[in-house]
T-cell receptor, first 118, second 111 residues
Framework: GAVVSQHPSWVICKSGTSVKIECRSL??????MFWYRQFPKQSLMLMAT?????????EQGVEKDKFLINHASLTLSTLTVTSAHPEDSSFYICSAVPHLAIGYNEQFFGPGTRLTVL | QKEVEQNSGPLSVPEGAIASLNCTYS??????FFWYRQYSGKSPELIMFIYSNGDKEDGRFTAQLNKASQYVSLLIRDSQPSDSATYLCAVNRQAGTALIFGKGTTLSVSS
């Protein structure tokens, strides 16, 4: 159990185009999902916190108009990179926290999406 | 600024030896501490977590936490070549909140 999927697993796009990445919890409901970004040889950096039915909370330095997050259901969050540029090329990873898991502190990571912007 | 610090390595150990990985954190309000293993190009996978001071053992892995020193470590006994990966230390303040990750330590186990 506790499987999180991401789609696509990798994407190559041209500069200026938009890319949507989906994060799904397959066998549990997730009130909260997190979006992280990892550049080569760097650690995971939190981009934003996505809560079902409400606006995402973005970390300092992350442009909310560029990285659009939608968490329309308890099993799906999407990250759209708008007008992508080569500097947005990175490994995007989501994680999900089980719904109503009070005090439960494990979050489950998706397999990641490798974005390359040409 | 909340930070998690790790030596980047590489840490090289022979097969069968004990590998010791260390991590320090700056936020005294941190309550939960996690060790993840990440293979190149893959997502992190949880090895173990620890909440209380002291040691916690799970198979070949032992996590050690010292909140007074703001220090957490991971020992890997009987290291195997398959343990070669980057090990990420992560912390958070309360359940259900985002994790703050260190940059990771690269471990190389030679056969």
């Amino acid at each position: 159990g506790a499987v999180v999927s991401q789609h696509p697993s990798w994407v190559i796009c041209k500069s200026g185009t938009s890319v949507k990445i989906e994060c799904r919890s397959l066998d549990f409901q997730a009130t909260t999902m997190f979006w992280y970004r990892q550049f080569p040889k760097q650690s995971l950096m939190l981009m934003a916190t996505s809560n079902e039915g409400s606006k995402a909370t973005y970390e300092q330095g992350v442009e909310k108009d560029k990285f659009l997050i939608n968490h329309a259901s308890l099993t799906l969050s999407t990250l759209t990179v708008t007008s992508a540029h080569p500097e947005d090329s990175s490994f995007y990873i989501c994680s999900a926290v089980p719904h109503l898991a009070i005090g439960y502190n494990e979050q489950f990571f998706g397999p990641g999406t490798r974005l390359t912007v040409l | 600024q909340k930070e998690v610090e790790q030596n980047s390595g590489p840490l090289s150990v022979p097969e069968g030896a004990i590998a010791s990985l260390n991590c320090t954190y700056s936020d005294r309000g941190s309550q939960s501490f996690f060790w993840y293993r990440q293979y190149s190009g893959k997502s992190p996978e949880l090895i173990m977590f620890i909440y209380s001071n002291g040691d916690k053992e799970d198979g070949r892995f032992t996590a050690q936490l010292n909140k007074a020193s703001q220090y957490v470590s991971l020992l890997i006994r009987d290291s195997q070549p398959s343990d070669s990966a980057t090990y990420l230390c992560a912390v958070n303040r309360q359940a259900g909140t985002a994790l703050i990750f260190g940059k990771g330590t690269t471990l190389s186990v030679s056969s």
